[in-house]
């Protein structure tokens, strides 16, 4: 099984959990960590007690934007254990794939993912614009 963890600033991550929670119902596998909020350890101390809890085994950590403190910080990480994988950018289509996947994943099966979320971003406006349709007719 792979263990998902939802880094983000704020409490992105935490609500991401919840609403993959909604679809998926209740999870063992997805954990979500906030960085910058007052009552919270630095968020790279929470994921090196999680790291030294949990293992690295098909640990897949999602963090809200490329080049943001988070993602940096995960990626200090990644350097300590390259069998991590990071990936940033997450979205519900992302969180959802990857947690229902059984069994390690191939590098071609991640990349297909990565590119089915974020094939999910559509601008709908524009969508129904070029389709010259509107309503239900898409």
């Not at 263990?3 to 979500?32: D, F, R």
């Not at 350890?41 to 293992?55: D, L, S």
């Not at 690295?56 to 254990?81: C, Q």
């Amino acid at each position: 099984m792979n263990t998902i963890i939802l880094a983000s600033h704020g409490e992105l991550s935490q609500g991401l959990k919840q609403t993959a929670e909604m679809i998926l119902g209740p999870t063992n596998n997805i954990y979500a960590l906030s960085a910058y909020r007052d009552e919270d350890e630095p968020i790279e101390k929470q994921m090196q007690r999680f790291i030294k809890k949990q293992g690295t085994k098909n640990l897949f950590i999602l963090t809200d934007i490329l080049g943001g403190s988070v993602n940096n910080e995960m990626l200090t990480l990644l350097k300590e254990n390259p069998e991590i994988h990071l990936i940033t950018g997450m979205n519900l289509p992302l969180v959802v794939s990857i947690a229902t996947q059984v069994g390690e994943m191939s590098a071609s099966d991640l990349h297909t993912i990565i590119t089915e979320s974020q094939n999910s971003l559509i601008d709908c406006s524009r969508l129904l614009q070029t389709s010259g349709k509107g309503g239900d007719d898409l």
